[in-house]
Each structure stands twice: as C-alpha cells, then as structure tokens.
C-alpha cells in the first residue's frame, strides 16, 4: 500500500534554532514530493515542490531535500521563528492518474516554536 | 481577496441531520475537491471534480453527495450526519488536474455531530 510516513509527529524547539522533519514514502515511482505549511484553523500551504530528479528546493528559511533512492525526504527551517509554529505536510503524487485520488498526504508533524 | 471560501466555519449537527457545507473559488479553477482531516490521519479525498458538470468519488465517499453545477462552486452534502462524520472539511481548488500545480485550500470548516 502506498504510504506517507512522516516524523516526528510532534517536536517543540527555542526560537532561532534550526530543526528538520522527515517524511519517508513507500510510493514508487511517484511525481512530484510537496510540502505544506498548516497553520492552527486553516487550510494548508504550499511551500515547496520537488520533482523525482531534484534534489533540493529552497523557498526562504525551509530548504526541502530528496532522497529517491531511500524514498526520504526533509524539511530544514533555519533561524526559527514563533510564526513557523504549525504542521508540516509531506503529500506525494502518483504518476500515470489525472485524478486527486493519487495524492498521498502524510499525517504531519505539529512544530511548535518556543520564545 | 481571491482564494477558496468555505462556509460556515464551525457547525454543531445532531445525528440524522443533513447539511450543506459551501465552498466557493474565484480563481477559474478546473479542479475541486473536498478533504477531511482526523487527528492522526492525512487529509482524505471524500470527492472531487475535474469541471462543471463532472464529479466523482474519492477514498471516503460514504455518507456524502456532491454537485458541480459551475465552475465557482462545489458544494458538499452530509445526507444523514453521524457521529464518525465529526472531523475538518477542507475544500481545494487547482488550475488543472494534473500535478503541475499545488492546491488552494479553503480555512476548513469544524463540524461536530453529537
């Protein structure tokens, strides 16, 4: 079955530290890799994207990697700030369908930065 | 401001009751399609449409009919609410079907079934 793992589900760190999250996927081959921002009561966020042939994408301080060979990929937030507190959406594409029903959502991991 | 609304925000049913969650998009996006999300789990595809006219079912179908009668607007129906439909509804809208483009979610509604 395909699946979006990811981890940790949750982690808490001191504003100005970096930290990374984990996302590792048994979907093969697959699209496209995209990570989403969620803030508390809203919808998600796109914030990076990332092809099966890339292997890094940066957008600000969230720098995402790939891994195609081990199916992991990472999310890097440099110098936290308190408005990175939200989830953390790993979602990955299966090619060959034109439908949503091949999009994989990871269940998350809920950052919370503290001051 | 353009983007997804859903309508209402939050909302109390009790079981057996129907409803209609709105969603509304005016960015001229092809694609729509309605999520839940549960503590723990990913976001579920419940149902979704390529245009007006078409729709089709997701991974969580049961219990729920949609309709897209135009472009704007993808309304979701709870034909006979039940306690294991408590949970957040997104809505998502994209300029195409396929993977070139991410989503636009909506704020979520926040129903509850007692």
């Known amino acids: 079955k395909n699946q979006v793992e990811q981890s940790p589900q949750s982690l808490i760190i001191l504003e100005g530290k970096n930290c990374t999250l984990q996302?590792?996927?048994?979907?093969?081959?697959?699209?496209?890799l995209r990570w989403y921002k969620q803030d508390t009561g809203r919808g998600p966020v796109s914030l990076t994207i990332?092809?099966?042939?890339?292997n890094t994408k940066s957008n600000g301080r969230y720098t995402a990697t790939l891994d195609a060979d081990t199916k992991q990929s990472s999310l890097h937030i440099t110098a936290s700030q308190l408005s990175d507190s939200a989830s953390y959406i790993c979602?990955?594409?299966?090619?060959?369908?034109?439908?949503?029903?091949?999009?994989?959502f990871g269940s998350g991991t809920r950052l919370s930065i503290r001051p | 401001n353009a983007g997804v609304t859903q309508t209402p925000k939050f909302q109390v049913l009790k079981t057996g009751q129907s409803m209609t969650l709105q969603c509304a998009q005016d960015?001229?996006?092809?694609?729509m399609s309605w999520y839940r999300q549960d503590p723990g789990m990913g976001l579920r595809l419940i149902h979704y449409?390529?245009?007006?006219?078409?729709?089709d079912q997701g991974e969580v179908p049961n219990g729920y009919n949609v309709s897209r009668s135009t472009t704007e607007d993808f309304p979701l129906r709870l034909l006979s609410a039940a306690p294991s439909q408590t949970s957040v509804y997104f809505c998502?809208?994209?300029?195409?079907?396929?993977?070139?483009?991410?989503?636009?979610f909506g704020s979520g509604t926040r129903l509850t079934v007692v």
């Open positions: 998502a809208s994209s300029p195409d079907r396929a993977e070139g483009y991410g989503y636009t």
């Open positions: 996302c590792n996927y048994t979907v093969s081959p697959f699209s496209n």
């Open positions: 990332m092809t099966f042939s890339e």
């Open positions: 979602v990955v594409k299966v090619p060959g369908y034109s439908s949503a029903s091949k999009i994989i």
């Open positions: 960015m001229n996006h092809e694609y």
């Open positions: 449409s390529v245009g007006a006219g078409i729709t």
